[in-house]
């Protein structure tokens, strides 16, 4: 079980990045690839805005984006009947032998 695995299992996602070379890797990284140093993690906020989704039966997947560009793949549960590309989603994250993303439409439009 890695640190990030953990966190996810607290429903925490971890950011990773190198402050040095100011890259943000969009998975989790031991060191980073230029400078080889630790990386550095910072808890993310969760939330963040649907790029691209589609419909299998009666379930919507997608693409969110969160912070510092990160693009995740989950499930969304829309606010009404479908969502829209750009609404604004909060990020639920679990692990179960992978990670799971589930992405809620918040009602702030
Ligand atoms: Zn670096």
Redesign the pocket.
């Given at each position: 079980m890695t640190f990030f695995d953990d966190e996810l299992k607290k429903g925490n996602f971890q950011i990773c990045f190198?402050?040095?070379?100011n890259?943000t890797y969009s998975s989790y990284r031991e060191s980073?690839?230029?400078?080889?140093?630790k990386?550095d993690r910072k808890k993310s906020v969760q939330k963040g805005k649907i790029i691209e989704f589609s419909r299998r039966n009666n379930d919507f997947f997608g693409i969110i984006e969160i912070e510092n560009g990160i693009r995740l793949m989950g499930s969304i549960i829309p606010l009404e009947k479908q969502p829209e590309i750009g609404q604004k989603v909060k990020m639920s994250v679990s692990f179960d032998k992978k990670p799971n993303y589930s992405f809620t439409v918040e009602n702030n439009q």
């Open positions: 190198c402050r040095d070379c890259i980073c690839i230029k400078c080889l140093k990386t």
